[in-house]
Structure formats: structure tokens, C-alpha cells
């Protein structure tokens, strides 16, 4: 995705790839006894072990060929060489920048499952980092850019809406607060048409109660949505159905204050009248008390 070309070159990244300047860590060596071939632990004769001297890699050196792997678009390959700067250098600033493009070069693979599962661990080891707040988005995205159409389930749209709103109350000045909040609002509409989609589907199946919850958990959890008027609408279809006027009254009423050149109001007056009825708003209603929140939005 484009936006994520530039936000690879935003301030809070550009630290994790410029930032060269750090001092490697201390050389080591590593010693493997590897068994000689035909298990000579129990041979006649010849060498039992082998010793092998594992070279050190300098972490800027591992770090730069994670970086031309990145920009030669070999994303595993990239992801690999961060890895191995992690785990080379522990408990070092090299190893949380090399946990970070890991990250980064699994979301461009894109390995979005990987993504999240890196995003999480550091999360758990930088909570603080001015690099956290980038990573809350990526990890939104990874869950966003796996939203299917609203046939199907619509849980990496529940996620991708949690892991947002999560950054915009940890990090509310963070640079990504902005389109994250725009993501949030995609998708709660996301969510809105799954909950209509299968609210209509009981309505022609004459299963009113079941219909009624959906377009319910529409204006409760998602009235801000392009889909709150045809809910009011589908709620004064279903309660006139059960014959239960008075919400039906009152959902058209609320559909009328609220939307009062929508087609749909003109629709729900219209079946209304069709039974010598009127939108009128009863106080005692569950969706009297949904409406007042509709007047403040």
C-alpha cells in the first residue's frame, strides 16, 4: 500500500533505518562441538569432535544487509537478517531496532499473521518506545488489510478497530492517530453492513426478534455509520410486523428528527400509514433512549 511506502519514511522509522551510529557490541565466539560423521563417539578411530569458530557479523553489518534485502523487495530475506541482529545482539538497542524491521518487513511481505504475532512481542518488551506507536499501526493494519466483504466474518475488522482505538487512547499524539481514526471509522461501517446484511436476511426469513437485535447493535454500537437511518427504518418494518406499533412509532420518529429528508423516513411515514399510523416518539421506548444519543452526534 502506498501509505505505508511514506510511512516507512516517516520520523519514527527513519531512526530505526538511518541510525547507524551506535557502537557494535563486543565481539564473541561461538563454539559448536558438532559429532564427526559415522557418530565417532563410538568409532574405531579419528577425530570425535569438530570445533568450529562461529565468526561475529559487526551489527551494523547485519543491520545494512537487512536494509538492501528491504530494498531489493527480499522481504523474507530481510526479515531473516533483523532476526538474526535480535538475536546476535540481546538486550541491546540493536536488537529492539532489528525486532522493529522485522516487523516492518514482514507487514511488506506481506506475513501479516507474522506481523502481528512480532508486533506483539514488542509491544511486551518496548511499551515506551517512541517506535510503539508505529508498531500499534502496523499491527491494525496487518488485521485491516485482511477485512473481506461483508459476507463473510468480519473479525479482522473487530481487531483492526480494537488494536486502533488502543492507539489513539495510548498515543493520542502520535503522527498515526490521525488515519488510524479514519481506519476506526471504515471499519465500524465495515461491521455495520455485516449486522445489517444478516438483520435483512431474518426479516425475510419472518424471524423479527432476531432481525430486531442486529439493526439493535447497529444504533448502539455503530450509529455513527452510514447504515443508522436504514436501521431505524428495518426496526419500524420488523416491530410493525410483530404488531408492536409503538416502536414501530417510535423508531420512525426518532428516523424523522434525525434524518428528516431521508428516503428511508419517507418510507417508514409511508408503511406506517399504510396501517393508519403516524411516527410517534414514546419516552418509555429502548429507542427513545438510543435517539437521545443520535441528537448529540
Known sequence: ???????????????????????????????MDSITSGF????GGGEKYKTEITP???ADTLYN???????????????KKFTDLEKTYPASEWARKGLLMTLFAQYEKPAYDDAVQTAQRYIGLYPNSSDTPYVYYLAGMSYYNQVPDVMRDQTSAEKALAIFQELTVKFPKS?????????MSVARDQLAAKEMQVGRFYLTRKNYPAAINRFHDVLGKYQTTRHTEEALYRLT??????????????????????????QWYKDAVALLKNDGLQPHEYTDSWLSKIGKTLHAI
Open 237 to 262: 418494518e420488523a416491530y410493525l410486523a410483530m404488531g408492536v406499533t409503538n416502536e414501530a412509532q417510535t423508531a420512525a420518529a426518532i428516523l424523522g428528527h434525525n434524518y428528516p429528508d431521508s
Open 175 to 183: 503522527e498515526y492517530v490521525a488515519d488510524a481514526r479514519y481506519k
Open 1 to 31: 500500500m502506498p501509505i505505508f511506502a511514506a510511512s516507512f519514511r516517516s520520523s519514527g522509522l527513519m531512526v530505526a533505518v538511518a541510525a547507524l551510529a551506535l557502537s557494535t557490541a563486543p565481539a564473541r565466539a561461538d563454539i
Open 40 to 43: 565417532g563417539l563410538f568409532g
Open 65 to 79: 544487509q537487512g536494509l538492501a534485502k528491504l530494498k531489493a523487495r527480499d522481504y523474507e530475506g530481510a526479515a
Open 56 to 58: 561475529d557479523i559487526p
